[in-house]
């Protein structure tokens, strides 16, 4: 029997999105090791937005630093901001957030103006899922 075809990036439970643009030189650097990850962690869906991108629907935020990473769980924005480019400090953000249970993640995600503000603003799902 084969296996069963993965869920699209926007179906799975937690997803992770670098928010880029394809003039930055550390973006391009960063993509292969985002992709190695994507590898690792098949349970999470994986995207790479360009921000100039006029049909991403993130054009018009705040990003003014690269890499800009995006993490929800379902509708939770769990993080949203710039990240050291080391995928090392991805890997470790994620696995947190992968041990959460749900009513932790809901907790965590509006446990700071700052994270409650991100729920109203930061959620791409919506975004990426219009026509």
Not at 64 to 91: A, S
Request: proline share 10%.
């Amino acid at each position: 029997m084969p296996a069963p075809k993965p869920l699209p990036p926007l179906d799975r439970e937690f997803l992770v999105v670098c928010l880029c643009a394809a003039w930055c030189g550390t973006c391009r650097d960063y993509e292969a090791g985002f992709r190695e990850l994507e590898a690792q962690y098949p349970e999470v869906g994986f995207l790479w937005v360009d921000i100039e991108d006029e049909d991403s629907g993130v054009e018009d935020w705040d990003v003014e630093n690269f890499p800009t990473l995006l993490i929800q769980r379902d509708e939770l924005v769990l993080f949203f901001g710039p990240m050291l480019p080391h995928h090392g400090i991805l890997r470790q953000t994620l696995d947190t957030y992968l041990v959460q249970a749900p009513q932790e993640a809901r907790d965590y995600a509006h446990a700071t103006p700052e994270r409650a503000a991100w729920q109203a603003g930061c959620n791409i799902r919506p975004l990426l899922r219009q026509p």
